[in-house]
């Protein structure tokens, strides 16, 4: 997998939970790739997502996890997108874990925000995807 010329991250934290709407945290990054690789990393990621619907994890305490994935497009204008969701069964369990990873490549940059929360989402990842995005074409406009 090719490696940024350029990284930068931040975590990101919604500290709100009213009813079945839970805090989330995660982070959010923007990656600047040498030219025609970002390309490559959208399609690698998309590739393994593709592949590797579903699979089993064993924490630590020996416990495990069932793990499904999906992948869909992020709903943004750009050279390329994707969500790549994962949802996290503990055993017994029927309620799932969530984490979803939000992909936007422009040209040789991929912005990128997760945001993992507990269960029962309220939205998805889109909607802090959008103002990273948004703030991401005001900082390199004009």
């Known amino acids: 997998m090719p490696t940024p ?3 930068v ?3 990101v934290e919604q500290e709100h939970i009213v009813g079945d709407d839970y805090s989330w945290f995660g982070q959010e990054s923007l990656d600047r790739y ?3 690789r970002a390309a490559a990393v959208m399609a690698a990621v998309r590739g393994v ?3 590797c619907t579903a699979y089993t994890d064993t924490l630590v305490d020996g416990s495990r996890t069932h793990n ?3 992948v869909t497009r992020a709903d943004e204008r750009a050279d390329d997108t994707l969500v790549l969701r994962v949802a ?3 055993s017994g369990d029927t309620d799932p874990f969530i984490t979803e ?3 936007v490549r422009e040209g040789d940059v991929i912005i990128m925000v997760q945001k993992m929360v507990a269960r029962k989402p309220k939205s998805g990842v889109e909607t802090v995807l959008s103002p990273a995005v948004a703030a991401y074409r005001a900082a390199t406009a004009g």
Do not use: I, L, Y
């Open 5 to 7: 010329v350029e990284d």
């Open 9 to 11: 991250a931040v975590a």
């Open 34 to 36: 040498a030219p025609g």
């Open 49 to 51: 997502a593709q592949r």
């Open 68 to 70: 499904t994935v999906s």
């Open 88 to 90: 996290s069964t503990f």
């Open 101 to 103: 990873t939000g992909f």
